[in-house]
């Protein structure tokens, strides 16, 4: 089955600056890859996603890239805030069962 | 999207009783998941919920321990039965929203067994 790895565990970064958090996956047939904002006492929430027919995906200060070469994927947070601060997941699932396999999480933390 | 409800929100149980937890969705849904997340740790998948058909537990997980019911397509109940303290968790459901893929999840419910 699907292996997720996700790294770093912990994130601590400086509002403002940039955030990276990076997934390698196993299966070469994953071809959908969701990444999930997760605060303390919530439940996980979609944030972006990308398909593996597309190479970069931006919404606002958040960017997702894909390698299905190297089978490897990226957040990519800008201009950091506070509120940013959450532990994110990503996750890699194949077409079908569309059932996800997550990553351990990375807690990011943002001082003001 | 869906939005999604959990009962309880958090519960204090005694160890040898039982809980069971309402997800409730916005929007009919096909399939509903049920996944258990303790403390610090990813999200682990406990089963899959589709309506009309019995629950498909993962390894590690079985129908007597999490029993799992799907009356309709915007609502399942997931129970904890014979809890001990290792059953202390966030428990969660989620929907897969129309075929994309695309999960969403409840707030969770946090069960702590004493």
């Known amino acids: 089955g699907e292996n997720v790895e996700q790294h770093p565990s912990t994130l601590s970064v400086q509002e403002g600056d940039s955030a990276v958090i990076k997934c390698t996956y196993s299966d070469s047939a994953s071809n959908y890859f969701p990444w999930y904002k997760q605060e303390l006492g919530k439940g996980p929430q979609l944030i972006i996603d990308i398909r593996s027919n597309v190479g970069e995906k931006k919404d606002q200060r958040i960017a997702v890239t894909l390698n299905k070469t190297a089978k490897h994927f990226s957040l990519h947070i800008t201009e950091t805030q506070p509120e940013d601060s959450a532990v994110y997941f990503c996750?890699?699932?194949?077409?079908?069962?569309?059932?996800?396999?997550f990553g351990r999480g990375t807690s990011l933390i943002v001082h003001p | 999207s869906a939005v999604i409800s959990q009962k309880p929100s958090r519960d204090i149980c005694q160890r040898g009783t039982s809980l069971t937890i309402q997800c409730q969705v916005d929007s009919q849904v096909t399939m509903m998941f049920w996944y258990r997340q303790q403390p610090g740790q990813s999200l682990t998948l406990i089963a899959t919920a589709n309506q009309g058909s019995e629950a498909t537990y993962e390894s590690g997980f079985v129908i007597d321990k999490f029993p799992i019911s799907r009356p309709n397509l915007t609502f399942s109940t997931l129970t904890v039965s014979n809890l001990s303290p290792e059953d202390s968790s966030i428990y969660l459901c989620s929907v897969e929203w129309q075929g994309v893929g695309e999960q969403y999840f409840g707030p969770g419910t946090r069960l702590t067994v004493t």
């Open positions: 996750a890699g699932s194949s077409g079908g069962s569309y059932i996800p396999t």
